[in-house]
């Protein structure tokens, strides 16, 4: 489906004014972070990183506003210390963790992933941070554990989404995902305490948060509270408030389109963009590029039906 849909993304949300405004002190933060030295390694695309002002300007986190500017206006005072983490489920390691002893001794890496967001939108963000795989086996699920469950805080004195009225794009709270098993110990499933070489700042997820590079972005929980292993398959938060757009899988995959978006072409931020120019616009990878690390977890299934 190569029919392009520009009323899909409204300029306004494309190219937030700010963006533009400050572009020369974004790049020049974005510059400072490659200069500083990573070297590509075997995880990194070597696609041009997304400025860091937008990449923390414009995000979606329902808790703090369904506005792409509300995470950046309203999650500033957000306390992401001390912070608990609640481990639960089928495994050897159950228990309530302060966040600092749970990742204690893990090995921290930078790496540059691709991201895009179920929207039409893509990034490319650094993203500091340790393989989701290493935890897990520090936790020694059980045999029978198949799905990792996870679920962000619920705090709505300090997240205004999450208070009594406030229509949240008609998600119930605390934010809840999912992987399975395989999907979450698969190398390129990292949890994120960092980008750009620095700390999570509040509206990307803060203390720590998912990264999923071959799913939409919905998938990146953020704030992480809870980890739970089971055996059936958990219902995601979108899932339960649009079945028909989001399935558990979530795997970027071009050829299935969302109800309201088109997932064959994508808009990568901090590019130009106009309302007349889509051929700004790139087209979509199977898996967001990433088939060669994910595509044999998925062998045999039928996409469309599994979305
Ligand atoms: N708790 C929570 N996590 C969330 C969301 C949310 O609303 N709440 N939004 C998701 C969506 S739709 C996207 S695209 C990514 C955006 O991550 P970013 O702001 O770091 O780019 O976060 C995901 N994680
Ligand atoms: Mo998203």
Same mark, same amino acid.
């Given at each position: 489906m190569l029919i392009k849909r520009p009323s899909d993304i409204p300029s306004s949300e494309i190219t937030p004014e700010n963006v533009y405004t400050n572009r020369r002190q974004f790049l020049q933060t974005s510059f400072a972070f490659l200069a500083a030295g990573q070297a590509r390694g075997p995880y990194d695309t070597t696609e041009p990183v997304t400025p860091?002002?937008?990449a923390t300007s414009y995000n979606n986190y329902y808790e703090f506003g369904t506005d792409k500017r509300h995470p950046a206006r309203y999650a500033g005072s957000?306390?992401?210390? @001390?912070?608990? *983490?609640? *481990?639960?489920? &089928?495994?050897?390691? @159950?228990?309530?963790?302060n966040l600092?002893?749970?990742?204690?001794?893990?090995?921290?890496?930078?790496?540059?992933?691709?991201?895009?967001?179920?929207?039409?939108?893509?990034?490319?963000? #650094?993203w500091r941070g340790f393989p989701l795989a290493d935890l897990i086996k520090r936790l020694e699920p059980l045999p029978s554990a198949k799905y990792v469950e996870f679920k962000?805080?619920?705090? #709505?004195?300090?997240?205004?989404?999450?208070?009594?009225?406030?229509?949240?794009?008609?998600?119930?709270?605390?934010? !809840?995902?999912?992987?399975? &098993?395989?999907?979450?110990?698969?190398?390129?499933?990292l949890i994120? !305490?960092?980008?750009?070489?620095?700390?999570?700042?509040?509206?990307n997820g803060a203390p720590w948060r998912l990264v999923t590079p071959w799913k939409y972005g919905?998938?990146?929980?953020?704030?992480?509270?809870?980890?739970?292993?089971?055996?059936?398959?958990p219902i995601s938060s979108w899932m339960e408030a649009f079945p028909?757009?989001?399935?558990?899988?979530?795997?970027?995959? @071009?050829? *299935?389109?969302?109800?309201?978006?088109?997932?064959?072409?994508e808009q990568r931020l901090g590019e130009p963009w106009s309302l007349f120019a889509?051929?700004?616009?790139?087209?979509?990878?199977?898996?967001?590029?990433?088939?060669?690390q994910v595509a044999s977890m998925y062998r045999g299934m039928d996409l469309r039906r599994d979305y």
């Open positions: 860091y002002a937008d957000f306390k992401t210390k @001390p912070w608990t *983490v609640r *481990v639960e489920g &089928l495994v050897k390691k @159950p228990a309530n963790y600092e002893d749970l990742i204690k001794g893990l090995t921290t890496e930078d790496r540059i992933y691709r991201m895009r967001c179920v929207e039409g939108w893509s990034m490319v963000i #650094p962000t805080l619920h705090a #709505p004195d300090q997240m205004r989404g999450q208070a009594p009225g406030f229509w949240a794009g008609g998600l119930n709270w605390p934010y !809840t995902e999912g992987l399975r &098993l395989d999907e979450a110990t698969n190398p390129l499933t994120a !305490t960092g980008i750009y070489g620095r700390t999570l700042p509040n509206q919905f998938k990146g929980i953020k704030a992480i509270v809870r980890m739970r292993f089971v055996e059936k398959q028909e757009a989001y399935g558990f899988y979530a795997n970027v995959n @071009p050829s *299935v389109d969302h109800p309201n978006f088109s997932q064959a072409t889509g051929n700004t616009r790139r087209a979509t990878l199977m898996f967001n590029g990433y088939a060669a």
